[in-house]
């Protein structure tokens, strides 16, 4: 596995700017850590994070979680849920249930402490956690963008965008 540079990963999301320089070295290591070891690996991972986090500048969601309050798929099933448990993290992990098994991977106790996944370093390793746990390497090894699209939202939201900076991640990661 070749280690992403700087100058890609500033190539791939130039709105990350100097946030690029605080996220590269814990990237590197989630994508090591979770066998994102290849470029088409690589590349789909990172156009996906690019798109979820807006190219490294959120680590919340943006909306209030309240979408999320009683979603028993997700898991909230106390009242405050959803809102405690909204996005975080570059891939946006959502809901107790994911936020209890990311924090069992992980060896954080996520239940307890759910803004843990706004670090830096836990931000990038519970999107590795949840790329290998999602099965998203096989999908990405198989160039299916859409179905990797699929398994991070849910659906195909901001897809003209992933695609975008997934060709964009193809060509910087050649």
């Not at 107790?96 to 803004?115: H, I």
């Not at 963008?145 to 997934?166: H, I, S």
Request: charged share 20%; with cysteine; hydrophobic share 45%.
């Amino acid at each position: 596995m070749s280690a992403v540079t700087l100058a890609q990963l500033q190539a791939i999301m130039p709105l990350a700017r100097a946030r690029a320089v605080t996220f590269l070295p814990a990237l590197n290591a989630a994508m090591a850590e979770f066998g994102i070891n290849t470029p088409a690996r690589q590349a789909s991972f990172l156009a996906q994070l690019a798109h979820e986090s807006g190219q490294l500048v959120y680590v919340r969601e943006l909306a209030s979680g309240a979408a999320y309050e009683g979603r028993k798929d997700l898991g909230n099933v106390q009242p405050g849920d959803g809102a405690r448990f909204r996005g975080r993290g570059l891939i946006q992990v959502t809901g107790r249930s994911n936020y209890a098994a990311c924090g069992k991977a992980l060896g954080l106790d996520l239940l307890a402490k759910p803004d843990l996944l706004e670090q830096t370093a836990n931000a990038c390793r519970s999107a590795g956690w949840f790329w290998q746990s999602r099965g998203l390497n096989a999908l990405a090894d198989a160039g299916d963008q859409v179905a990797v699209t699929r398994r991070v939202n849910g659906g195909t939201n901001g897809l003209a965008e992933r695609l975008a900076y997934f060709k964009t991640a193809q060509r910087v990661l050649a």
